[in-house]
């Protein structure tokens, strides 16, 4: 190859990878800006973008029609016929979740998997003779599909004669951590459930030696209880998150399992000092375990709660309670399966391809608002100059090509680049300069509003009225719903 061509290529390479630098007679690059803290660490960045995981419940309860056991269950009612974790991960796969967490011991206290440290788990039931180990099942599956693991082991303890003791139970707990974060390889996930019954046993939780020892033999897992330290819940079981969603909370204030934390966690604090972005937990079912005569809710009850969690800054962890036999109903595989293909149908479809942007100004190369309309999973972004806010503000417009303006969208996409932290307090969106189609006020990881009505138009500006910092976005799309009730 002669130098020319090497150029060229070095050049090619430089330009195709936005390193404007390189380039002979540009200028050095504009760093980016400094991000407004707090930020999300790597292992949250990536639990942000599954955007859709699964929760699977199944132990005790699947046995005896309840939600909450007693403690008192006998292990010899445990008797999955045909348990299958492979056939759970085709739910998963199904819904396309890319990580699925199993509840390894519920309120009743049965462990799934053989714990040394207490007689009642699946060693004392006919499971395998004794011998099975559903979490070795679940984990091996999982992993073998290319899909991530992750446990929950409930605080509450109705079985165990510790719980109550402080210093003992809390020695067990921690055993029982140990075993489920050493023996099954990796876990992405750890679910530290603050639920508990009214006249429970009182009980004091050490968190903080629950949460250390967790670190300690997973770096790179993510923490969840109502105050993190890596996602919250989102404060309802309904898989809605509020309509302000801020990824950002100040954990002093929140005591897990208490009442009236449940807005705050909605919500989230713009305030806040720690990133804790929620998680928004529901079941396909009405009940959490599976129940004989309960069946998947429909697709357009599964569509809101995707526009309300997802479409609100969220992750959503949907549940599918495999049954007594040790499987899950294949009309619930189904149901995932249309619930998913009906969510890449309405995004396959990007209204916005084609258009030219324009923003009220930009930071410089490598900030271009056209950066909004690459498919390039959030890598880059339209930054402005911080100059606008005290000129007129910030916007950014996209101009629809002639081929496609005529095309009618009902939901409007907008994605912030939360790498710098999640700016954006209250936005417009305008359509040809005149009608506001949707306002709003947070939008972090994605915003998807749904329109009252389907509109075409030529322009499409979204304006940031109010945020901490200046904007940085790294998506702006327009899908058609056809399943929304204003189509035809
Ligand atoms: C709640 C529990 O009490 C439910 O049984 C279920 O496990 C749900 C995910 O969390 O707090």
């Given amino acids: 190859m002669g130098v020319a061509s090497l150029t060229l290529l070095c050049l090619v390479a430089a330009a195709a990878a936005g390193m404007a630098s390189s380039a002979p007679g540009a200028g050095p690059r504009v760093p980016p800006p400094l991000p407004v803290l707090p930020i999300p660490n790597a292992a949250q960045l990536a639990w942000q973008r599954r955007e859709v995981i699964m929760f699977f419940h199944f132990g005790m309860n699947t046995f005896t029609d309840s939600e909450w056991g007693t403690g008192a269950e006998d292990p010899s009612m445990f008797a999955p016929a045909a348990l299958n974790a492979t056939q759970w ?23 799934l998997w053989p714990s040394a440290y207490t007689a009642h788990s699946v060693r ?9 180990d559903v979490v070795r099942e679940f984990t091996d599956a999982a992993h073998a599909r290319g899909i991530d693991a992750g446990l929950y082991l409930s605080p509450w303890d109705r079985h165990d004669a510790r719980y109550g003791r402080e210093v003992e139970y809390n020695e067990y707990y921690l055993a029982q951590l140990h075993e489920l974060l050493t023996r099954y390889g990796k876990v992405s996930e750890i679910w530290f459930d603050g639920a508990k019954g009214k006249n429970a046993t009182n009980m004091t939780y050490h968190f903080q030696e629950w949460f250390q020892t967790v670190r300690q033999l997973q770096s790179s897992i993510n923490i969840f209880s109502d105050a993190g330290p890596d996602v919250r819940w989102v404060g309802d079981e309904q898989g809605f998150a509020g309509a302000t969603c801020w990824s950002t909370v100040n954990r002093s204030m929140i005591t897990i399992g208490a009442t009236g934390i449940e ?8 305030r806040g000092t720690d990133w804790v972005p929620p998680e928004c937990d529901v079941s396909i079912r009405p009940g959490w375990f599976w129940h004989k005569n309960e069946t998947a809710k429909p697709r357009s009850k599964l569509l809101e709660i995707y526009y309300n969690s997802v479409g609100r800054n969220c992750v959503l962890l949907l549940n599918v309670p495999p049954n007594s036999t040790g499987l ?17 149908r309405i995004f396959a479809t990007d209204l916005a391809a084609g258009s030219t942007a324009r923003a009220s100004s930009e930071r410089g190369a490598g900030f271009a608002a056209g950066n909004v309309l690459l498919d390039d999973a959030g890598e880059t972004y339209w930054a402005p100059t911080a100059e606008d806010g005290r000129r007129n503000g910030y916007w950014i417009e996209l101009r629809r090509p002639a081929a496609t303006r005529a095309r009618a969208f009902n939901v409007v996409r907008i994605q ?15 359509v040809d300069g005149v009608a506001v189609v949707a306002n709003g006020t947070t939008v972090g990881h994605k915003r998807l509003h749904r329109l009252p009505v389907a509109v075409a138009g030529k322009t499409v500006r979204i304006w940031f009225v109010a945020r901490r910092g200046v904007p940085l976005v790294s998506a702006v799309g327009l899908h058609l719903d056809p399943f929304a009730t204003n189509v035809m």
């Fill in 263 to 270: 807005k705050y966690l909605n919500n989230g604090d713009p």
């Fill in 124 to 132: 004392a039931s006919p499971f395998h003779n004794g011998a099975g």
């Fill in 89 to 111: 991960m085709d739910a998963a796969s199904a819904a396309g979740a890319s990580l699925a967490i199993l509840v390894a011991k519920h309120h009743d206290g049965f462990c």
């Fill in 416 to 430: 912030e680049h939360v790498v710098l932290g999640q700016r954006v307090e209250r936005h417009e969106v305008y």
């Fill in 328 to 344: 899950v109903d294949a009309r619930d595989i189904a149901r995932l399966r249309e619930f998913r293909a009906t969510v890449t």
